[in-house]
Every structure is written in C-alpha cells, then in structure tokens.
C-alpha cells in the first residue's frame, strides 16, 4: 500500500493521505484552497473534527474532492484497541454520520462515504484488525477512480468544445475540485494537452469568488488564457459573440437531469439559452442522484450571510450594518430543458431528461 496519495499535479495537488505502516497515523493533507491565490498553503488534518471544518470552510471544496476528502477523514477515526466489533463498526458508523453534516448539497459526498460504510459493515469480526487498513485502501480508490472519471470526462466533453475559441465557465470545476483535472475544465485541458487552447472567462462567482480566485489561478498554472469576468458581465459578453459556451460543474443532478451548481449558474443557463448558446454541465455520474425526481428536492445549502456581507472579513463590510437581512444559497438549480448536454465519463447525455439520464445511468 502506498504511503503517500498525491493529489493532482502541478501546484494544486489538493489532496494527499499520508500514512505509515500503522495506519492509526493516518493524516489527510489538503491544499487550503481559502488562501489561494495569494498563499499556497496545507492544512493538515488528523481527527475527522478537522476534517469536518475543512470541508465546512471550503479548504477542501468541489462535489468530487468533498467526496474524496471525507472518505479519507473516515480514517481518521479513533478506535480503543480493546474495544469489542459492535464497538468498533459504531465509532467508523459515527465517524460516517458525522462527516455526512459537513456540507448538505453536493451528492458526492453521500456517494462516497456510502461506500466506506459498505467496508465496515461487510468485515467479519475475525478481521476487524484489518479494518482500518481496508478503509484506507477504499479511500485510495474512491481517490484513483476519480482521477479515471476525470480524464474520462474530458475526453468525452473535448469533441463538444472543439471549434470553440471562447468558453465561459462559474465557480470552480477544475483540478482543485476534484482528484485532478476537473469535470467543467477537463475538456479544456484536454484539448490543451492534444494542440488546441481555448481561451476561458472565468466568472468571478460571488461572494467566495471561487472563480477569480481558483478558476483563473489553476488555468493560469497550466498556461491557458484567461480573463476573470465578473457574474454580471456574463450576458453582455455574449450579447458581444465573446462566448461560443458555456461549460459549468455540478454538485447534485436529479434523475431527471436538473442540475444544482453554484449560486449564479441558473441565469448564466438562461442568458446561454437566450443567446442560443450551448450549456454543457459536466459531471461524473456519481454526481446523479436518481432517488430524487427533479432538482426542486435537492437540498441547497444556506451559509453565512457574513460571507456576502463581509467578504475580506470583518474589516471589508460591503453593506448595511449586520442588522439587513441577507440571503446567501450556495447553489440554485438549472432545470434539464436548459442544459445542452451532460458530460459524464460514461459517455454525453444530449437534451437531458429522465429517459436519457436513466439510459446512461443504468448502462
Ligand atoms: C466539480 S464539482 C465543483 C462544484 O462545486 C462548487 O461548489 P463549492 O465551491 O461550494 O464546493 C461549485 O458548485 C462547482 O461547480
């Protein structure tokens, strides 16, 4: 078993698992994504606690890379060598259900963390010994088949983009949000890879600014042209011809093709449909979640209003006193009939619905 999981390459590399023989000295080491571009720095986390807030603060941010993280922070539970099996599986059981509070929108980390429930329930008492390591090479996988997922989704979403020189993406769907090379940005660096460039407008993606701050800075190391746009420019820029697409992520997608993103991608869908240009989502499938019929029951989650109103911190008011109200939904959702395409590694889901999505799905 390898000692050291890196995460993407380049500067990024967002997440690692560092562990020994013994693998109770198990850390997870993430890039702080809350101090990027200005700082590159790690957080080390060695208590699912940590790694709870690291997903909470969006050190560790991104459908797949909050699914890899906690999968990790599974194995960082603590468990009294004396303890007997029923004991055991309970502390990993409520490791599990606690990790799970994190964050309430981005599906991935339900799917992940599923499969490292699977492992405790299915070891027999007379391996229990074998328990932690078995939980860590889970992790590992979950890890590698994300990278697989990647790679796929940028091949199958590179023939969509080719021809294209101007593409606009929100929020961050790249590398730093997932194991490596992204789902939204994959194609692009794909065709980056194989000879074409395209040039990217990164939306700014108010109030965390993912956009500006993560978007640009990662395209920025892999030498593609960028300009940070900010989320009101989007329509004018394609009122000018500037945007031959628009290719966003995703953090939870219904059976019926409905898409929940970050806060801001539902009126980009309008403007793209408006100005009859194509929106691809781009997402692993297990980003779907097909228990759900439609994207109104997807949960969004609703952070601090602090974020909006205080963004460079409690010196950086940008508004009225604390006492105004003020919204701050982290996602809202694009329904299916204004999505072009979904790019997934199985394949692209052309006119999402629900037939088309279970075609895929269930393949
Ligand atoms: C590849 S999933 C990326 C997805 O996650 C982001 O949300 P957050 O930064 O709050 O984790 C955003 O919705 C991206 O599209």
Redesign the pocket.
């Known amino acids: 078993m390898s000692t050291d999981v890196s995460g993407i390459p380049e500067a990024a590399e967002t997440i690692r698992y560092r562990h020994a023989d013994d693998v109770w000295s198990a850390a997870v080491d993430l890039l702080d994504q809350t101090l990027l571009p200005e700082t590159l720095s790690r957080l080390i986390c060695e208590t699912p606690g940590q790694l709870h807030d690291a997903i909470r603060r969006?050190v560790v941010?991104?459908?797949?890379a909050?699914g890899i993280a906690a999968a990790y922070g599974v194995t960082l539970t603590r468990v009294d060598s004396r303890a007997d099996a029923a004991a055991v599986r309970s502390r990993y059981l409520e490791t599990i259900d606690y990790l799970a509070t994190s964050r309430p929108t981005?599906v991935n980390l339900f799917w992940a963390l599923d499969r490292m429930k699977a492992v405790v329930q299915s070891v027999e008492d007379a391996e229990l010994e074998m328990l932690p390591n078995r939980l860590a090479d889970e992790a590992i996988r979950i890890h590698e088949d994300d990278r697989a997922m990647c790679r796929s989704i940028g091949i199958n979403g590179a023939p969509l983009l080719q021809g294209c020189q101007n593409v606009l993406t929100h929020?961050?769907?790249g590398g730093l949000?997932?194991s490596t090379l992204?789902?939204?940005l994959a194609p692009i660096y794909h065709l980056h890879e194989n000879g074409t460039t395209l040039h990217v407008y990164a939306d700014e993606t108010r109030p965390l600014l993912?956009g500006a701050r993560l978007t640009a800075w990662e395209l920025s190391q892999a030498g593609i042209p960028v300009t940070v746009c900010t989320d009101s420019m989007a329509g004018g820029l394609m009122k000018a011809g500037n945007v031959d697409a628009v290719i966003?992520?995703?953090?939870r997608i219904a059976a019926n093709g409905d898409a929940a993103?970050?806060i801001g991608t539902y009126p980009l869908a309008i403007l793209a449909h408006y100005h009859h240009i194509p929106f691809y989502v781009a997402a692993p499938t297990n980003t779907f979640d097909m228990a759900l019929a439609s994207g109104d029951l997807i949960p969004i989650e609703q952070r601090d209003p602090a974020e909006v109103t205080q963004p460079g911190g409690p010196s950086g008011r940008t508004t009225v006193p604390a006492s105004a109200k003020v919204t701050n939904p982290?996602?809202d959702v694009t329904p299916a009939e204004l999505i072009t395409a979904i790019i997934t590694e199985r394949g692209v889901i052309q006119t999402p619905n629900q037939a088309n999505v279970a075609e895929v799905l269930n393949a």
């Open positions: 969006l941010r991104g459908a797949p909050i981005a929020c961050n769907a949000a997932t992204g789902t939204a993912q966003v992520g995703a953090d993103n970050k982290a996602f």
